[in-house]
């Protein structure tokens, strides 16, 4: 892992607290799903917009910022700011979604409030790094990528307060396309700054051949020229189909993307993870069809429940498992940079796969992928909403449970370093200090 800064490495609490609620929010969108089958009814039902914010919010945003907070000043050059702010940042962005989801189940006075506290808290941790993002120096392609997905953060939040301001009577303008105009630039947040990160990570995680620089300058520009065009002209009253096949088209690029590039790995590497990623991506291209199939008008096809199942393969199914395969990793990775920090120098510690045996990643996977089945069937056929919703609420939980198991064998390293020097030669800490 040459090139990585492991001396700029923030504490671990930090991008943990983030991490470890993610799959906990996953629990709880499970739950929500399982008590109340209409959470899937359609887009405009309340128990659906609760639905859509806790995976978008507790579960990718949880992991998307966590991952942040650790990538930035390890991989990407870029000193984290302001951290004493973070611990507060944390718990409003949480706090907010708790009320916000209360908002829509019948507590509505509390959604304005909601949205300003979750805006706040976003704030909080994407303004103070974007000078740096910005600025002349090394990994500037990369910096500018994950930048241009934080200032996409910054409109789908101020969006959001427009929406949340709009439901409760506040200004004129059409509700629809600021809605629409909010999920664009949301999908441009998720995306963007999954290929920015994924443009190291891949390659590292996945043993995937390096993208050429054109490539990913290429990519960086469409990230932010699509969702701004997109959501500018929606907001100028251009059809929702703008948007539908704009996100099509990120998600459908991002998705073939990283699948031609596990194809063409010539150091595979991690299994776990990359069937992670392959099958995440298989259904973020799903999703992507099934939203060009309900723009083209398929005979047959309802457009209604082809909507519905294109948010449920990109929201429900597609990206969250990106995030969770990621989360196995940087938490085992978090772990093992933490434990190489609190160790004499060549003193030899866990691998990282030692800490996050492939055998755990194997095991959530299954749970996730039952769950995804479950959830794809539930769209036509709405009494498998419980059970799926049950599914979806265990694989989280053995999710976190792995998670947490993970942290335990590193914590029980430190104390008991002793049972644990039997290790095998490959893939551990030697002298270059590399898992």
Known sequence: MSGLAFTHAPPAARPLRFLLAAPAWGVVAGLMLAL?????????????????????????????????????????????????????????????????????????????????????????????????????????????GIGAALVALAATALLGVVA???????????????????????????????????????????????????????????????????????LCGAPAAVVALALALQAGAFACAVLWLQWHAPHRRNPGLVRFWAVGCIALLLAALAACATVAGVPGLEPA???????????????PLLATGMLLEIVAFIAWVDLRGRCPRGMRIPAVGRL????????????????????????????????????????????????????????DFLRHPQAWRQLPVAGDVGAAGRP
């Open 305 to 319: 429940t082809a909507t519905l199942l294109a948010g449920v393969l990109a929201l429900g199914i597609g990206v």
């Open 164 to 234: 949340a301001g709009l439901l409760r009577g506040h200004g004129a303008l059409p509700l629809d396309q600021v809605v629409d105009a909010h999920a664009m630039s949301g999908g441009g947040w998720v995306l963007g700054l999954l290929a920015a990160v994924g443009s190291v990570t891949v390659p590292m995680f996945h043993g995937t051949p390096q993208l050429a620089p054109r490539v990913q300058r290429a990519w960086t520009l469409a990230a932010v020229a699509l969702p701004v065009a997109a959501a500018t002209a929606r």
């Open 36 to 144: 109340d089958p209409h959470a899937l009814a359609g887009r405009w039902s309340p128990s659906t917009i609760a639905l859509v914010h806790v995976l978008t919010l507790g579960v990718l945003g949880n992991a998307m910022l966590g991952s942040l907070l650790q990538f930035l000043p390890v991989a990407a050059s870029t000193p984290v700011r302001g951290a004493r702010w973070l611990p507060l940042a944390h718990a409003a962005l949480n706090l907010g979604l708790v009320l916000f989801v209360l908002a829509f189940h019948g507590l509505h006075a509390l959604l304005l409030p909601a949205a300003l506290l979750l805006a706040a808290a976003l704030a909080l941790v994407l303004v103070p790094p974007l000078p740096d993002l910005f600025r002349r120096g090394p990994q500037r392609l990369l910096r500018a």
């Open 356 to 411: 996050q045996p492939e055998q755990a990643k194997r095991r959530a996977l299954l749970a996730h992928l039952f769950a995804a089945v479950l959830l794809g069937l539930a769209v036509p056929v709405q009494a498998l909403a419980v059970p799926a919703g049950i599914a979806l609420a265990g694989a989280h939980a053995l999710s976190l449970a792995s998670l947490l198991r993970c942290l335990w064998r590193a914590r």
